[in-house]
Each structure stands twice: as C-alpha cells, then as structure tokens.
C-alpha cells in the first residue's frame, strides 16, 4: 500500500538557517505530493502542492520538488523564522485527491 | 465563512461513556472526513462520506460510528470509550486538490 516517511524530529534550528526536511514515498501510481503544517493548537493547513514529476509546489518561502526517480518530495526554506515553527507534514494522494496519506510528521523548533 | 468547526474543543471521558464530536463546513463541499492524531502515528483516518447519505470506513474504524446528517454536518460518535480512543480528533472537508481541517477535539479517555 502506500506510504510517506518522513525524517524524525525535531528540527531545531537558529532563526534565518536553512531548513530540509526529507520525505520519500512509496505509491503504486503516480500520485500527487503535498506538505501540510500544523502550527501549534491548529488544524493542518495546505502549504504547497505538486502534482506530477519535476513540479516544484511553493508558497511562504517553502519549495518542494516532485523527484520520481528518488520518490522524494523534500521541504526547503533558505531562511527559517521563529514563526515556522510548526508541525510538517508530507502527504500523497493517488485515488484523487480526497484521499490522503500522511506521514508521521516532522517538528520543527527554531530560535531567535 | 467559518470553513470547518469543530465542537468540543476538549473532552475528558470515563472508560466506557459515550458522546458524539461535532463538525459542520459551510463551504458547500460533498465529501468530509474524521481524522485521529496521535504521537508519532501522524494523522489516520477514521471515517469518511463522500457525500450527503453515504459513509465508508477509513484505516481505523473500530470504536467509532458516523452520521451524515445532511451536506453540512458529520458527526463521530464514541458509544464506549476506551483509554486507547484518547487522541486528537480532527474533521476535514476537501475540494478539488486540498483537505480543509478543523481546529481539532483533544479528547482523553481515564
């Protein structure tokens, strides 16, 4: 079936770092790719989308590339804020796009 | 336009009461969704219904029943809570590529 795995939290980094987090997949079509964030006492919300091969979803700041070959799908930001601190999630769907699956989600911590 | 709510915000429950966990959208969406997070699992679903009148099982469904009652509202009902049901509970409706999510329930069971 399919799965997302994510790196493991938290991230913790210093305000205006560089921020990867890694997530790869696993899926038997050819799904679409999402990160979602999750700030702290909130629902998750939609950060960027890509939804075929070599598509780079961005919003924020954040950019994700829809690599097919590796099946990764990782988050960067050049410079990191205190108030990127939030959950992340990546996310695929390949039975339209109601349907998710979620990885297990990545903390991220980041001071000033 | 409030998108997806959610009522309680927390609960606490004895092993073994029931109650119901609330959700409306006012998007004018078909489908809506029940979602548990707990540590470490990240987000599993529960129930959905893919529009007014119908609901399918998700991953996780033992434990819990739904009710559409109409395009609006979808309930999740715990009719014995057990300690392994504490976990957030969130509703989500999507449209076209993205999932909308309510603010959550925190529920705990003793």
């Known amino acids: 079936g399919d799965s997302v795995t994510q790196m493991e939290g938290p991230v913790t980094l210093s305000e205006e770092a560089f921020l990867t987090i890694n997530c790869t997949y696993t899926?038997?079509?050819?799904?679409?790719l999402f990160w979602y964030v999750q700030y702290p006492g909130e629902g998750l919300q939609l950060l960027l989308k890509?939804?075929?091969?070599?598509d780079k979803g961005s919003n924020k700041g954040f950019e994700a590339t829809y690599r097919k070959e590796t099946t990764s799908f990782h988050l960067e930001k050049g410079s990191v804020q205190v108030s990127d601190s939030a959950v992340y999630f990546c996310?695929?769907?390949?039975?339209?796009?109601?349907?998710?699956?979620f990885g297990k989600g990545t903390m991220l911590l980041v001071s000033p | 336009n409030a998108g997806v709510t959610q009522t309680p915000k927390f609960q606490v429950l004895k092993t073994g009461q029931s109650m119901t966990l609330q959700c409306a959208q006012d998007m004018n969406h078909n489908s809506m969704y029940w979602y548990r997070q707990d540590p470490g699992m990240g987000l599993r679903l529960i129930y959905y219904?893919?529009?007014?009148?119908?609901?399918d099982k998700g991953e996780v469904p033992n434990g819990y029943n739904v009710s559409r009652l109409n395009k609006r509202e979808f309930s999740l009902r715990l009719e014995s809570a057990a300690p392994s049901q504490t976990s957030v509970y969130f509703c989500?409706?999507?449209?076209?590529?993205?999932?909308?999510f309510g603010p959550g329930t925190r529920l705990t069971v003793l």
């Open positions: 899926a038997t079509g050819y799904p679409s």
């Open positions: 890509a939804t075929k091969a070599d």
């Open positions: 996310a695929l769907s390949d039975r339209g796009y109601s349907t998710l699956t």
């Open positions: 219904s893919a529009s007014e009148g119908t609901t």
């Open positions: 989500a409706s999507p449209n076209k590529d993205t999932q909308y």
